[in-house]
């Protein structure tokens, strides 16, 4: 069992930063492929960045790429996404998620076993 918290979430203008956070815990957090998702309103739910259980490879989708960077701290259990740039089109619900099954990272949302509650990201124009 995972249990996942996000944290980090806010209210920013265009172009300005932000950076989540998401504590996992429960003994296999740090065997876990973790990913970054999104949900805008009226919209599905969006993969967005992932990253490999020793943080060595990583994997954004193409609108994050060069303006997101996932990474992880497994002696803290804690993964990161920082955004920097940002849209108002990132604007959404932020969700951290982890897949015990799998090797490689995954990006779609019924490869991840377990989910955060999400954080609200507001980016204004």
């Known amino acids: 069992q995972v249990q996942l918290v996000e944290s980090g979430g806010g209210l920013v203008q265009a172009g300005g930063s932000l950076r989540l956070s998401c504590v996992a815990s429960?003994?296999?957090?740090?065997?876990?492929?973790m990913g970054w998702f999104r949900q805008a309103p009226g919209k599905e739910r969006e993969f967005v960045a992932g990253?490999?259980?020793?943080?060595?490879?990583?994997h954004y989708v193409y609108s994050a790429k060069g303006r997101f960077t996932i990474s992880r701290d497994n002696t803290k259990n804690t993964v990161y996404l920082q955004m920097n740039s940002l849209k108002p089109e990132d604007t959404a619900v932020y969700y951290c998620?982890?897949?015990?099954?799998?090797?490689?990272?995954?990006?779609?949302?019924?490869?991840?076993?377990?989910w955060g509650q999400g954080t609200q990201v507001t980016v204004s124009s």
């Open positions: 998620a982890a897949a015990l099954r799998y090797l490689t990272i995954r990006t779609i949302t019924s490869d991840y076993e377990y």
């Open positions: 429960g003994r296999t957090s740090s065997n876990a492929i």
């Open positions: 990253i490999s259980r020793s943080g060595g490879t990583t």
